[in-house]
T-cell receptor, first 113, second 115 residues
Framework: DAKTTQPNSMESNEEEPVHLPCNHSTISGTDYIHWYRQLPSQGPEYVIHGLTSNVNNRMASLAIAEDRKSSTLILHRATLRDAAVYYCILRGRANFGNEKLTFGTGTRLTIIP | SAVISQKPSRDICQRGTSLTIQCQVDSQVTMMFWYRQQPGQSLTLIATANQGSEATYESGFVIDKFPISRPNLTFSTLTVSNMSPEDSSIYLC????????????FGSGTQLSVL
């Protein structure tokens, strides 16, 4: 499985944007970049995913480098409820919809009031 | 989205006993997965629960220790057998559906403590 590298932890002030980086230099052409987050005492939840183009949804934006070897999850205005562990995961499309997720160590995001 | 009900939410068990964890989904799903999350750690995939056939286990996990059933497209069980304190973890069920924007949905987990 292709690997991802994330900082262990980050801090951000409330109501400011947060940029969470992820390196995936061994990504293959068919790998999607997925982001999940795990709030305290909960299972992970889907945040966003993309292949080549930048993506936006109601939760966040995903900026993907042109060579696809890195990506950045952007929370436009962090709130205290965004404090969580954020996982960047590469997921193949060999069996659409049925591919397992392999979690790395993730980035623990702390929001400072 | 998929609503996942996992039971029990937590349990305290004696070593040498077994615990069966249930995962019920509110709609039919293509795939079901079982993960383990040891204290302070990330998630590790135990196995893929295949409907109507034997589960597919990841390296380091075996059927005798973690037997899995999946009798239909909405239900699966994971049994943690002959438990030891090292099995104390959170166990999570995850499901995916084809065509559902490639998302996986997770239950809230079963927190298991083995004494």
């Amino acid at each position: 499985d292709a690997k991802t590298t994330q900082p262990n932890s980050m801090e951000s002030n409330e109501e400011e944007p947060v940029h969470l980086p992820c390196n995936h230099s061994t990504i293959s052409g068919t790998d999607y970049i997925h982001w999940y987050r795990q709030l305290p005492s909960q299972g992970p939840e889907y945040v966003i995913h993309g292949l080549t183009s930048n993506v936006n949804n109601r939760m966040a934006s995903l900026a993907i480098a042109e060579d696809r070897k890195s990506s950045t999850l952007i929370l436009h205005r962090a709130t205290l409820r965004d404090a969580a562990v954020y996982y960047c995961i590469l997921r193949g499309r060999a069996n659409f919809g049925n591919e397992k997720l392999t979690f790395g160590t993730g980035t623990r995001l702390t929001i400072i009031p | 989205s998929a609503v996942i009900s996992q039971k029990p939410s937590r349990d305290i068990c004696q070593r040498g006993t077994s615990l069966t964890i249930q995962c019920q989904v509110d709609s039919q799903v293509t795939m079901m997965f079982w993960y383990r999350q040891q204290p302070g750690q990330s998630l590790t995939l135990i196995a893929t629960a295949n409907q109507g056939s034997e589960a597919t286990y990841e390296s380091g996990f075996v059927i005798d220790k973690f037997p899995i059933s999946r009798p239909n497209l909405t239900f699966s069980t994971l049994t943690v057998s002959n438990m030891s304190p090292e099995d104390s973890s959170i166990y999570l069920c995850s499901v995916g559906r084809q065509g559902d924007n490639e998302k996986l949905f997770f239950g809230s987990g079963t927190q298991l403590s083995v004494l």
